[in-house]
């Protein structure tokens, strides 16, 4: 089923259903926000670097409409994360807490390696997760699940 027949099949099925489409809606963001947090992060390959965890928490539903919810997040490197990013030499102090914390090493051999990691994303860019496009599946099941509850 494409996404045309899948928005004509909700249109079909939700027709005199105003509030269960919205509940219907509202579970499967919520459903896709836990299953994004709990389970797509953690099996993103290569996994992304985690200092906070801020990306993984700043997870939630973006936009709301009558018959649609968009879910992600809203921090600025979440396309970063994403999508990867070209060549360029990241910013050398979140480096440097990123690798005092992650292998935890002293101020100078942190230094050392946070300039190595840093020279290697100047040279390769950073390769994407496609945490939210590999997700896409999961969530028509969710969504699928959830327009069934309801109809029946």
């Known amino acids: ?41 953690p099996q993103a390959n290569p996994y992304p670097p985690i200092l906070f965890g801020n990306y993984k928490r700043s997870w939630k539903i973006l936009k709301r409409t009558s018959n649609s919810i968009e879910v992600g997040s809203d921090i600025p490197y979440a396309g970063t994360i994403e999508y990867g990013s070209r060549p360029h030499f990241p910013p050398i102090a979140p480096m440097l807490l990123w690798t005092k914390r992650k292998f935890g090493l002293d101020a100078a051999e942190a230094k050392k390696v946070a300039f190595a990691v840093s020279r290697a994303i100047a040279a390769h860019g950073t390769k994407p997760r496609y945490i939210n496009t590999g997700s896409q599946t999961m969530f028509q099941k969710f969504l699928n699940q959830a327009v069934r509850e309801f109809v029946v």
């Not at 909700?10 to 994004?36: C, F, P, R, S």
């Open 1 to 41: 089923m494409n996404i045309k027949d899948f928005e004509k099949f909700i249109d079909d099925q939700t027709k005199g259903y105003g509030e269960n489409v919205e509940k219907a809606l509202t579970d499967t963001a919520m459903h896709a926000i836990a299953h994004v947090q709990t389970v797509a992060i």
